[in-house]
Every structure is written in C-alpha cells, then in structure tokens.
C-alpha cells in the first residue's frame, strides 16, 4: 500500500493505464495513508473519500471498457482549500466561508478533472493565504512530516506536507510572495511558480467571492509534487488562455533547447548581502555549485548589477498594498488581523533588517491609495522586469535560496525568527528571496537539495526566462539527476 502512496503521479497514471493497478487500490492506499497520518499532520482539511472511491470505481468501469478519461486518468490528487471546488468545501480558513460550496470549479481544477484526476480532499493553509505558516480560525495547524514542532511553511504548507507524506501524488497552491516556494523547500518536495499570468486564477480565492478582480499582478498559480516529471506533467495541463480570464495571454508552451549539461550557462547566489541566510543553507548553496562544476557545467557565482534588494521589496510592497486593498474583505476580524501583521514586522527583530519588512510603512497608501500611486508602482514594476529580463538574458538559469531559514519551530503569526544568533523579521526571513520574483513573473522552479543538521530539508531556486517553463524544467531536471537530493520523510513508508 504504502509503494503506491510514494510513487510519482505520472508513473501512477501509467501503471493504471496497464492495468497492473486498479484505480480503487490507488485511491483506497492513498485514503489509507490519510486516516493513518493525517490526524498529527492536519493537511488535508476537508476529505471526500465517498465521491473519489465512487469515482474510482467509473474510472476501473471505463478502463474495462477501453474508455480513457486523460493522463491523469484515476490518479489521485489534492487541492489547497483557496481554489473552489465544485461541490465541495472551499474555505481558505476564513471563518465567513466556513460553509461555502462552490457551483463552479476553478478553472485549473476542471481541467485537472479533465485529464482524468480524482480529487481525495482539500489541503490546509494560511487563513486567507496571509502568512509563512499554514495556520487559520478554522483547522489545526499544519505540522511538517520530517518533524512535528515544525512549520510546513505557508502559505500552501498542508499542500506542501500531504505530498511530502504521501497523501496525495499532486497537490495545487498558489504563490503571490512564495506560499509554493517556501512550502516546497521546508518539506522537500518539488514545486513550481510559473510566469506571471501563465495560469488563470478563475476560481482562486482571495478574492472573496463577491469581490472585484484586483489580483491581476504577481500571483500565480503553481504546483507540487514528488518529481519533476509529475510538475511537468501538472503544469502542462493547467497552463494556457481561459475565456474566465482574458488577462491570460494565448502564448504557447515552449520547447526546451535540449542544451546538454555541460552546454549549460548557470548563475548561482548563495545569499543577499542584505539579508544572510543561514550558514547551513549558505553551505548547501555553494556544494552544490561545487558538485555542479565537477561534472562540467558552466556555473559562475553572479549577481544583477542591478538588484537594489531594499527598493525592490518596497516596490513589491507597494504592488502587494494596491492589488489587496479591494482584494480583501473589509470586517473587523480581517482588518485586527492585518493590524496585528503590521505591528509585528514593524516591531519586531533586527532593527536594519526591519527597514525591509516593516510593511507600517504602506499604511499611508492603504488607507489612502490613489489611481497615480497604482499607475506609478505598476511604471517601476516594468522598468523592474525589464531590467531582470537583460540581467538574466546570458545565462541559462539561476540559482539562489528559497529563504533566509529552513522550517522554524511553530509561533505567533508574523513573529521573528532567530538565524544564526541574529533576529529577522518574519517577512524577511521567509519572503526576501522569494518577493523579488514575483514582482519581476519570471517562472521559478524549487528542487530539494540537502538536509539542515537536524534532519529539516534545504530546497534551492531555479530561476528561468519568462514564458520558458518548459525549459526551466528541463535544465532542473539535469541539475537534479546530479545532485539528486529528493527523499522522502521516515516514518510514513
């Protein structure tokens, strides 16, 4: 049972295709898996074991019949509890939409549905996907499967542990500041973040249904997964136009160069000198550049000549206060809740550290924001990408930490986080080298690359061009084959 709870959704697709498994093994092994784990590690939040063990039973019958429903034919999959689900609790941990049940799907879970997925549950998160850690006024907290008093991140943790753990073989997130990102590197799965507008956000909340559709700019849908072939595969799937969103342009996928790994032009970073990551991590970063060399690839520690990581997170900022403002719902809990935000960054850990993360000093342009603030912020971000798209344009892909930290005992919302002695700010241990990418949309893929002392997984970004998903992941797939740090949690075998 537990062979087919870790093996990789693609492989899963196949094996059911040949009939070697039944679609009702691989469910009932996975539903299994949940009953016996999920209870200390609270990912799943919502579970519809009844309709996904009758949809496996269609699944068999159609099979039996040569009738195949997509790639994804009976395999079994998860969805973070922010994108609505037909038929099924959408919650995103936000107490007003304890008993919402969609009509409609999000237009990346139909097409999931499409290609033939069974849907086991929803995955926990961050109570309206506003924080590092996945915790919320509905649902337990998250815990990460390589140790319990850990954080799975945020703010897709319960997506980022159930695949960790074996409960589920995919799961999607979304990530506007690194909610698939820093998940993905704290529970060593893979995950990523695609191109800004990319995917359709149809169906995502936030927005609160009801609300305008003000997140146009640097959120993304992504995905997790035990291997790069299943984020491929998921990718592929969920990618491209959407009549809900004619934001989204009709680009076509790319097609990888097929550039050998020797041929490959690799930047690498092991850390901003604004913000330090942990010596731990600053080590993993630079063997694997080491490992990387020995093997031929032509890999040069660099830096974008322009790349001013203070005024960057400010833009981000400025970005992140005007396409939330009217995203989120204006009532006295969400807005204490926001209050209590902005008082911790703003009080709390290293005092040079904070001039980056003190999001206090937004409040003028929250409480009140003009069109010419938005237009202005929108001006920089261009200039911003632009300057990204020419600093990367020689190079292959980049690669850099995903945080400043690995996984941190849990705590209070927002509150500091010792590294190496020294106190950071939440944001800016979590979001500093994650934020940057989502204000510039250039696709970024997470791959495990180590363990901390303590047995916690490293993960590490892969940075790409814009609008070359495909062959982002076809260059972390050489680089993973060498450095082929992927394990899986002990204890859930």
């Given at each position: ?101 969609p009509q409609q799907d999000a237009s ?28 919320n006024s509905l649902f337990p907290r ?188 204006i009532d006295q809990y969400n807005v ?158």
């Amino acid at each position: 049972m537990s062979s087919l709870t870790f093996t990789p959704a693609h492989k899963l697709a196949q094996m059911i295709r040949d009939r070697t498994v039944s679609v009702v093994e691989v469910i009932n092994a996975h539903l299994h898996q949940i009953a016996k784990h999920n209870s200390k590690l609270n990912a799943v939040c919502t579970l519809d074991a009844d309709n996904a063990l009758v949809r496996a039973k269609l699944a068999d019958e159609a099979l039996s019949k040569k009738e195949n429903w997509g790639v994804l034919h009976g395999v079994p999959i998860t969805i973070k509890d922010i994108f609505e689900t037909e038929g099924l609790l959408t919650t995103a941990g936000y107490i007003p939409l304890k008993d919402y049940v969609p009509q409609q799907d999000a237009s990346v879970v139909a097409r999931l549905r499409k290609a033939g997925a069974i849907i086991l549950g929803k995955t926990n998160m961050a109570e309206l996907a506003g924080d590092y850690q996945s915790t919320n006024s509905l649902f337990p907290r998250v815990n990460n499967p390589w140790n319990l008093d850990y954080t799975a991140g945020g703010s897709s943790g319960g997506s980022a542990a159930a695949v960790a753990a074996g409960l589920s073989s995919l799961d999607l997130g979304n990530d506007i500041a690194g909610s698939v990102r820093q998940p993905a590197h704290f529970c060593g799965v893979y995950g990523l973040k695609p191109t800004d507008r990319r995917i359709s956000t149809a169906g995502q909340i936030p927005e609160v249904p009801g609300m305008p559709i003000c997140l146009r700019q640097m959120i993304t849908v992504g995905c997790f997964g035990r291997s790069l072939e299943d984020i491929r595969l998921c990718f592929s799937l969920i990618a491209g136009a959407d009549i809900r969103r004619p934001d989204v342009p009709p680009i076509p996928l790319d097609t990888p160069s097929g550039k050998s790994l020797q041929n490959l032009k690799i930047a690498w970073s092991d850390e901003w000198a604004e913000v330090p990551v942990a010596s731990e991590i600053g080590s993993a970063m630079a063997a694997i550049a080491q490992t990387l060399s020995q093997v031929g690839v032509q890999i040069e520690h660099w830096f974008p000549k322009k790349f001013e990581l203070s005024q960057i997170l400010n833009l981000y900022g400025r970005m992140a206060a005007y396409i939330n403002i009217y995203a989120q719902p204006i009532d006295q809990y969400n807005v204490r809740r926001s209050l209590q935000q902005i008082f911790r960054t703003a009080t709390q850990g290293d005092k040079e550290l904070r001039k980056m993360g003190d999001f206090s000093r937004l409040l003028p342009e929250l409480l009140n924001p003009s069109l010419k603030g938005y237009f202005e912020a929108l001006t920089e971000r261009d200039r911003f990408i632009a300057e990204m798209d020419e600093a990367l344009e020689p190079w292959d892909a980049w690669l850099t930490p995903v945080a400043a930290t690995s996984a941190f005992t849990h705590r209070n919302a927002w509150s500091a986080i010792d590294i190496d002695g020294r106190s950071y700010p939440h944001a800016v241990a979590n979001g500093a080298y994650t934020m940057p990418f989502n204000l510039s949309g250039h696709p970024v893929v997470v791959i495990p690359i180590g363990q901390t002392q303590n047995g916690l997984p490293i993960g590490m970004q892969i940075v790409g061009k814009r609008w070359c998903e495909m062959e982002l992941l076809a260059i972390a797939d050489k680089l993973d084959r060498v450095i082929n740090a992927f394990r899986n949690p002990p204890g859930y075998d």
